[in-house]
Structure formats: structure tokens, C-alpha cells
């Protein structure tokens, strides 16, 4: 079954200028945009909004966008909620709504991929009507954003009528476009995997060669180079496919993934491609008999152009025994950032803390998100890297301030103070994560939960 635990946070709806913001331990600048909402919280409802993705629109300068979902919450029955997609521009600390407007059904974007500022897809989920108390019955949706407007894309039967999610979507030009995603309708947890390319034209669906996939993420830089990336239901290693245009083949990984004893899982959440000879992969590895004794932490994986490899040394700060990953964007193997959300434990009483490292070729720098000269509990769940040391980072301080933040220094150091909240929504009922959805499955006699935020793509964690 599908279980929202999620913080849906703040978005934007007008134009706000960011304020200055200087980095504590070198005087590197930093510049923060936050994001109002929507619509404010009533007496009787909750409106609350999560950013699933963010990405970079080519040929714009440092223009992103971010995409994700708005829920208006019912008081009374909490349960019951009106999800609808989100999606804002961000351009030069300017930032616009470009949603569509809200359907009669829930919706909401799970991924987001530009070509150009007219010339964007976002994938995800729909289901019809407004209740979402009970989302076992959500499908498949591709849509397409023309620089005016939004429109549904049909997707290949039967897929388009599988109950399911797609979680990442990739494009290089505009006849090659990707989707990922996959189903859980069957009862034995055995998912239907969705692999999905656009032509220019029409969807077509690609036949995936190993049983049992939970594909999560995708990369492309053109129609023969295309990564793919989750794992599967017979395997707690990690799975990362490569098509070349013509067939489908499993990519080794580094060996010592291999492993699940103690009930450890390795899951492919997020692509990023440079090159044909530079991809990224970031991964989080999960162990643990239950959900209160987990540990789970970030893994980074490297394609040369010849092997897979492992990049030592990601970083846990803070002592912090589960680390949620959300997003990863580099633009050399000498600028590579990571983004996720710390726990020190589980547990009703778990406090979220934003994480986000860098890579510079040799070493990681953990960088400490702090608010008001403190580390603050909340969640990064994106980041798009423009090279040199310039990156922005999205973030949420527990539902309370939505935000971009900024890095334009060639140096990256251990701290950044975001400065004061900007509270939104006054009065409404903080939630405990941005968009965290569990998923329950029954593999030959073992437990598997498939933990993922809205964010990114999915993972699996033993339970």
C-alpha cells in the first residue's frame, strides 16, 4: 500500500528578489530566493507544496525550474487531501508560477526535464477525483509544457491504464525523451516496469530484459546513450542499464554492492549525465530489521566510459545514522554536489536536517545549511550545478520557508547561514518531511519497504 508521511511545503506564485546572504567561515556569497505560497492555510484547511525536481533550462543562463505538487488538507479529516501539480521558473532570483491550472483529479509532477524555456516534460502520477485517501489507484502521466501552456501525452496501452508512477524523466532533443517509473498493483510485489520513449511524436514503450525492475531514474545525452537505474525485487544490489539504441544491457557495478547480508539494500535514486564518458549515479544504501533500527547513507557512483566506480568518502555529518537522498548535479568529475535530508533515528519523534556535500575531484566538503547561525531541522530536495562553484540548491526548513539558495564562489566551504525564516502559512500544522511515501511489499517471504521522497526516485529499505 501506498502510506504519505510527507511535509508538502511552500511554493511560489508571484515574484520575489532574494536578499544577500554572506557564508560564515570564508565570506563566500551567497544569494537565497524564498518562495511564497500558493495559497494560505484557513481555519479548516492545510495548503501545503513540495518541489519533486529541479533542473537547469539550456540556453537561459542560470533560469531553473522546479516542479512538484500542492495539497490542500481538509482539518477535520487530515486523511483526505486534494493534491494538484505544481511547477515555477526561476530567473535571475525572479520567480513565476507556470502551473498548470488545478484538474478535477490529484496529480502531481515527479520529475522535470527542459530543452529550452518552451520545451519542457514533467512526469509523475494522476488519479481521478480529488480524495486522496485512497491512492492505490493512481497511473502513469507524461505531460508537455510548449512555452504557453500544459498538455497531457498519451501513453502506450496497456501502461497508461496499469495503476503505477512514473519518477524520472530525460530529454536531449525533442524527439528523444525518456520516462521511468514503474507499478505495484501486483500482490506480490513484483513491479510492472515502465520504460518509455517520445519520438518526437508519440510514446513507445521499450521491453525491459531483467524481471522485476523498479526502474527510478534516467539519463540521456542522446537516442543511442541512455542510462537507467533503480533496483530490483530478487536483488538488494543496485541496477544500472545502458541502451545504445537497440538493446538493453545491465552495467556492472562494483562487487562489493553485491552483498545483502544483515538485510542491506542498495538502490540507483538519481542520474546525472555529462557526457557519454561522465555519468553520475547517486545511490542510498540502507540495513537494518526494522524502520526504528535502520541505517541508511548516501553512495556515489562514477562511469569513466569503461567501468563503474565507487567515489570513497561521501560524507555523514552530525553523527546522523539515516541519510535520505534527493538529488545529485555536476558539470566535471572536479564539480559534483549531492543534496538529501538527515535523521539522527526514526521514529515519530525524528527531526529532519537539510545535507548537502561537494565533490571537487579529491575530497568532499559537507556543508552545514544553518538559519539564524543554527542547524535548523528541514530538507534539501534538489540541487542543478552550473559549473565553477555555482550551484542552487533547493530547500525547506520544515514546512515553514521555502527556499533556492544560491553558491557562486569558486570555493565550497563548511557552513552557509541561510539567515532568518520567512515563515509561511502561519497557524498550519507542520509536517514531518517533504513528500515521503512508503511502500509495503511481500517478496518470498521477506519484508521489503520501498522508501522514497518526492523528490527524486524511489529506493528500497529492508523492514
Not at 208 to 227: C, H, I, M, R, S
Amino acid at each position: 500500500m501506498w502510506r504519505a508521511l510527507g511535509v508538502l511545503i511552500s511554493s511560489c506564485a508571484m515574484v520575489l528578489l532574494s536578499g544577500s546572504l554572506v557564508d560564515a567561515s570564508t565570506g563566500t556569497g551567497w544569494s537565497k530566493v524564498s518562495i511564497p505560497p500558493l495559497a494560505q492555510s484557513t481555519s479548516k484547511l492545510n495548503v501545503k507544496e513540495s518541489f519533486s525536481d529541479i533542473v537547469t533550462v539550456p540556453g537561459s543562463g542560470n533560469m531553473t525550474v522546479l516542479a512538484g505538487s500542492y495539497t490542500v488538507q481538509t482539518k477535520s479529516k487530515p486523511i483526505h487531501s486534494q493534491i494538484h501539480p505544481v511547477v515555477m521558473r526561476v530567473d535571475n532570483n525572479t520567480v513565476t508560477n507556470m502551473s498548470p491550472p488545478a484538474p478535477n483529479e490529484s496529480m502531481q509532477f515527479m520529475s522535470v526535464s527542459a530543452l529550452s524555456s518552451s520545451d519542457i516534460w514533467a512526469v509523475g502520477w494522476s488519479q481521478p477525483g480529488y480524495d486522496y485517501s485512497n491512492n492505490t489507484n493512481a497511473f502513469p502521466l507524461a505531460e508537455h509544457w510548449n512555452g504557453s501552456s500544459w498538455s497531457a501525452t498519451q501513453l502506450p496501452s496497456p501502461d497508461s491504464t496499469t495503476p503505477g508512477v512514473l519518477y524520472g524523466v530525460a530529454a536531449s532533443a525533442s524527439d528523444n525523451v525518456w520516462a521511468v517509473g514503474y507499478s505495484l498493483k501486483d500482490p506480490h510485489g513484483v513491479p510492472t516496469t515502465f520504460l518509455f520513449h517520445w519520438n518526437g511524436s508519440q510514446w513507445t514503450s521499450i521491453p525491459e530484459t531483467v524481471k522485476g525492475v523498479f526502474l527510478a531514474a534516467v539519463g540521456t545525452t542522446g537516442p543511442d546513450d541512455v542510462w537507467l537505474a533503480g533496483g530490483t525485487a530478487t536483488s538488494a544490489a543496485p541496477l544500472i542499464q545502458h541502451w545504445n539504441g537497440a538493446t538493453l544491457s545491465v552495467v556492472p557495478t562494483p562487487s562489493s554492492l553485491a552483498s545483502g547480508a544483515g538485510g542491506t539494500l542498495v538502490s540507483v535514486l538519481e542520474i546525472h549525465e555529462n557526457s557519454a564518458k561522465d555519468v553520475w549515479f547517486l545511490a542510498q544504501v540502507t540495513s537494518g530489521t526494522s524502520i526504528q533500527n535502520s541505517v541508511s547513507y548516501p553512495l556515489v557512483l562514477h562511469w569513466n566510459g569503461s567501468k563503474i566506480s565507487q567515489i570513497a568518502n561521501v560524507p555523514i555529518p552530525h553523527g546522523d545514522t539515516v541519510i535520505d537522498v534527493s538529488g545529485i548535479s555536476s558539470t566535471s568529475s572536479s564539480d559534483v554536489w549531492i543534496t538529501g535530508t538527515a535523521f539522527q533515528h526514526l521514529g515519530e519523534s525524528a527531526k529532519p536536517y537539510p545535507y548537502l556535500a561537494h565533490f571537487d575531484g579529491t575530497a568532499w566538503t559537507s556543508v552545514d545549511i544553518q538559519i539564524g547561525g543554527k542547524v535548523q531541522a528541514g530538507a534539501l530536495t534538489g540541487v542543478v550545478s552550473f559549473g565553477n562553484g555555482h550551484a542552487a540548491v533547493l530547500g525547506d526548513s520544515s514546512g515553514t520557508d521555502v527556499y533556492l539558495l544560491e553558491h557562486t564562489g569558486s570555493t565550497v566551504s563548511s557552513t552557509v547561514n541561510v539567515g532568518a525564516l520567512n515563515p509561511q502559512n502561519a497557524g498550519a500544522t507542520p509536517w514531518i518531511i517533504a513528500g515521503i511515501v512508503i511502500v509495503v511489499v511481500i517478496i518470498g517471504g521477506a519484508v521489503y519497504m520501498i522508501r522514497r521522497r518526492s523528490s527524486g526516485a524511489a529506493g528500497r529499505t529492508a523492514a
